[in-house]
């Protein structure tokens, strides 16, 4: 059996997943007040702490399911409880960066 990989076409293919990413992305709208941009960051992560409550609330709903004997397959519940940890941590993470830079900000000198 030959698991040769040919890296020139490997690469070929890379580059152009990722020029059709970059051309399918969305122009960032600038906000013109600041009112209004602090406004929207604070949905924005109003909306990803409801998109993490979601994820968690279908793994434990999903979870009980499979616990109840219903016709729910474990590598799904393993799978969705997978999703609902990982957008939990990256979360925290997102927080605790945030929380470093108001310290940052919080310190720097007048």
């Given at each position: ?18 020029a ?11 906000a ?21 409550a ?9 979870k ?7 016709d729910?397959?474990l ?9 609902a940890?990982?957008?939990?941590q ?21």
């Amino acid at each position: 059996m030959n698991n040769t990989v040919d890296t020139q076409s490997l690469m070929l293919q890379m580059r152009s997943l990722a020029a059709e990413a970059a051309s399918q992305t969305q122009p960032v709208v600038q906000a013109e007040k600041g009112t209004q941009s602090a406004e929207n960051f604070a949905d924005l992560l109003s909306k990803s702490v409801d998109a993490v409550a979601v994820e968690q609330n279908k793994s434990g709903a999903m979870k009980k399911s499979f616990e109840k004997g219903e016709d729910v397959d474990l590598t799904d519940v393993m799978v969705q409880a997978q999703k609902a940890s990982l957008s939990f941590q990256a979360m925290t993470q997102v927080r605790n960066k945030l929380v470093d830079a108001y310290k940052e900000i919080k310190n720097m000198p007048i």
